[in-house]
Nanobody, 127 residues
Framework: QVQLVESGGGSVQPGGSLRLSCASFGYTYSTWCVAWFRQAPGKEREGVAAISSDGSISYADSVKGRFTISQDNGKNTLYLQMNSLKPEDTAVYYC?????????????????????WGQGTQVTVSS
């Protein structure tokens, strides 16, 4: 059974940094498309960053240059390093995995194609 377990959320002041982790159990990250999504109160879920099964990476325009997605295949862990955080980054962040073949850009707009999700972790950016 596939399980995704997230950690690393919290509260931080604007300009601060956080690193989210997502450990996978039951499959190997390197063969699937993986991504981070977020959902703020009253807003739709949006794709933040994704890695396709061929290793290509894509980011939402709102986080380019500030967030970095990476994966440690040996540890079966996905990461999201978030720097220069802004209040508008406040949301519940979810990691997700899909066995469907898609590009990283497609992945950001295809949350319905992800069948496996972490439990979500709250990130709050506030002074």
């Amino acid at each position: 059974q596939v399980q995704l377990v997230e950690s690393g959320g919290g509260s931080v002041q604007p300009g601060g940094s956080l690193r989210l982790s997502c450990a996978s159990f039951g499959y190997t990250y390197s063969t699937w498309c993986v991504a981070w999504f977020r959902q703020a109160p009253g807003k739709e879920r949006e794709g933040v960053a994704a890695i396709s099964s061929d290793g290509s990476i894509s980011y939402a325009d709102s986080v380019k240059g500030r967030f970095t997605i990476s994966q440690d295949n040996g540890k079966n862990t996905l990461y999201l390093q978030m720097n220069s955080l802004k209040p508008e980054d406040t949301a519940v962040y979810y990691c997700a995995a899909s066995y469907w073949v898609m590009t990283a850009i497609q992945a950001l707009g295809s949350s319905n194609d992800f069948g496996y999700w972490g439990q979500g972790t709250q990130v709050t950016v506030s002074s």
